[in-house]
């Protein structure tokens, strides 16, 4: 009872604010009549939102898909990697400059070279693309957590003979663990947006990206809203599940 | 049997290179069992890097470590001894009773067995009411005591602790001494203490060896007797203030020739 009031009290600036940023933009449409192409109404978003809620729940379906295997396989790949960089150090001289640099170039325009190597409707490039971004975030994040240990920590294992497996069993794994659950929270929200903005180099179009772009060319803004607003639902899905992953990591140490 | 026997050690890091540091030269030193034997003196005159040298966390450039009659790797493999740091160095992501059973886990205890003696062990530090709080809800001298525990939990004859009241306030530092002398006459455990702390050599030690830095090397060793039971009280005895005197002339005589020389190898 007193948590749930708790949990309103938290909100409620958020909410107020919301609902006071939505009431100012509904007014100031209809106050200075802005024609659609210029700016849409939110309750005519809102109405497109449900009028198209089956495609739309389907677009999404198809981004969500592509953004939740690459985050999973971008997870699996850049743990294993991770436990191979902390073992053998030179890897980390040869893999960390590359995954600097892949960061600093915008590593979208790579799915328009892996869009060539595959069919046109294949959707392997988007999710390959989405696994890449993960992949480096991961890696960087959980290769730190791994190596970045307490000195004395490991002095004591060392003093009671611990082996290396033993140290990275009870030292290294559980260090890097908080490491992991940031790292999730960084490429979650990530791998959604990479997923959309990878159908804009092409492909079927049938995600939610794609779904934004081709409307908008059709001059259907309030339906692209509608569009954009469930991207914004299914990044804020993404980041709830990690956080919620988070939290579950916590409990388990607090108990 | 000597506990600790260290013959003719030198330590020497980046051996040939023009960053050369003779940590240590030459030193020898023997600790009987039961005995509490403080290393003083000041940064850079290798006092930590001889307890590391025990530890076999750093291997002699010359000369011999024995604990226990055996080689310090040996004695290492064996668990022979308990190490215990100025940082608690507690997991966190480990209750305490969790931490204490850490050494009897890695040496393949059953969980019965470590629960029975992480208790015992609670018992000793007197906090058995803490087993199942995680080390970041304790206070830094309860940390420092779980600690001790963790160290001693498997009963190794030979604790090793590295100016591990070093971060703590002074009352809680006069405290913990006391603790410290009153769990090692009950469990009979060798120590070798390196400290900065004049009084808190004193107070705890029979012996306190002072050491001198470039090269490292041992000045002068001061028995300490006090008498009988150390307690609060044996802090106002003329023989402390005495032996106190008597440790700090041996720091100073070097002092005098190595004025802000010190350069900490740790």
């Known amino acids: 009872m007193n948590k749930a009031v708790n949990l309103v009290g938290k909100a409620l600036p958020a909410i107020v604010f919301g609902a006071l940023f939505f009431g100012f933009w509904e007014w100031a449409v209809r106050f200075f ?23 739309i729940r389907r677009a999404a379906t198809v981004s969500g898909t592509n953004a ?73 994040n959980v290769a730190r957590g791994l190596t970045e240990v307490s000195p004395t920590h490991v002095e004591i294992m060392r003093s009671y003979a611990a082996s290396d497996l033993a140290i ?15 790292s999730l929270k960084i490429a979650a929200p990530a791998a959604v947006i990479t997923a959309f903005v990878s159908e804009y180099f092409g492909g079927s179009q049938n995600g939610l990206g794609s779904r934004i772009s081709s409307n908008i060319a059709n001059s259907k803004n309030a339906v692209a809203w509608a569009y954009v607003l469930s991207a914004c639902l299914l990044g804020l899905m993404f980041y709830l599940f990690s956080v919620l992953m988070e939290s579950l990591n916590r409990k388990g140490e607090m108990k | 049997m000597t506990a600790v026997s260290i013959r003719k050690v030198s330590k020497a890091f980046n051996v040939g290179k023009s960053n050369q540091v003779d940590a240590l030269h030459e030193v020898s030193l023997d600790v009987k069992p ?31 470590v024995m604990v226990n009659g055996k080689s310090a790797v040996t004695a290492r493999l064996d668990q022979d001894y308990g190490m215990a740091f100025q940082q608690a160095g507690l997991f966190d992501w480990r209750t305490v009773r969790k931490n204490i059973e850490l050494p009897l886990e890695l040496k393949g205890w059953d969980k019965g067995d470590r629960q029975t003696r992480a208790e015992e062990m ?46 703590l306030d002074e009352m809680t530092r006069e405290y913990m001494q006391g603790e410290l002398l009153r769990i090692c006459a009950a469990t009979g455990t060798t120590v070798v203490f390196v400290t900065h702390s004049i009084p808190e050599a004193v107070y ?37 203030f005495e032996a106190i005197t008597t440790v700090r002339e041996g720091l100073r005589g070097m002092h005098a020739a190595h004025v802000g020389l010190g350069n900490d190898n740790r």
């Open chain 1, 68 to 140: 939740l295997i690459g985050l999973v396989a971008g997870t699996v790949l850049g743990v294993a990697m991770s436990f191979g960089l902390s073992r053998f150090r030179f890897l980390n001289q040869i893999v960390t400059p590359l995954a600097v640099a892949l960061n600093a170039v915008p590593i979208f325009v790579l799915v328009a070279v892996l869009n060539n190597m595959y069919s046109i409707t294949s959707e392997i490039p988007r999710r390959v693309m989405v696994t890449l971004v993960v992949y480096f975030i991961v890696l960087v």
């Open chain 2, 34 to 64: 039961g005995e509490f034997v403080s290393l003083i003196g000041p940064s850079g005159c290798g006092k930590s890097t001889l307890l590391r040298l025990v530890a076999n966390l750093l291997e002699p450039t010359a000369g011999e």
């Open chain 2, 204 to 240: 705890l030690s029979n012996r306190v060896v002072v050491m001198s830095p470039r090269p490292g090397r041992i000045t002068k060793i001061v028995d300490v007797s006090l008498g009988g039971e150390r307690t609060e009280e044996t802090r106002n005895r003329t023989a402390f």
């Open chain 2, 122 to 167: 609670l018992q000793l530090v007197q906090l058995p009411e803490f087993a199942d709080h995680y080390p970041w809800q304790l206070s830094g001298g309860m940390q420092q005591r779980i600690a001790i525990a963790r160290a001693l939990a498997a009963h190794p004859p030979l604790l090793l602790m590295d100016e591990p009241f070093g971060a």
């Open chain 1, 33 to 55: 009549e802005l024609k659609p192409y210029f700016l849409t109404a939110p309750s005519s978003i809102w109405g497109e939102f449900i009028t198209n809620f089956s495609f």
């Open chain 1, 168 to 182: 990275l069993r009870k030292v290294r794994i559980p260090n890097a663990l908080p490491f992991l659950f940031v």
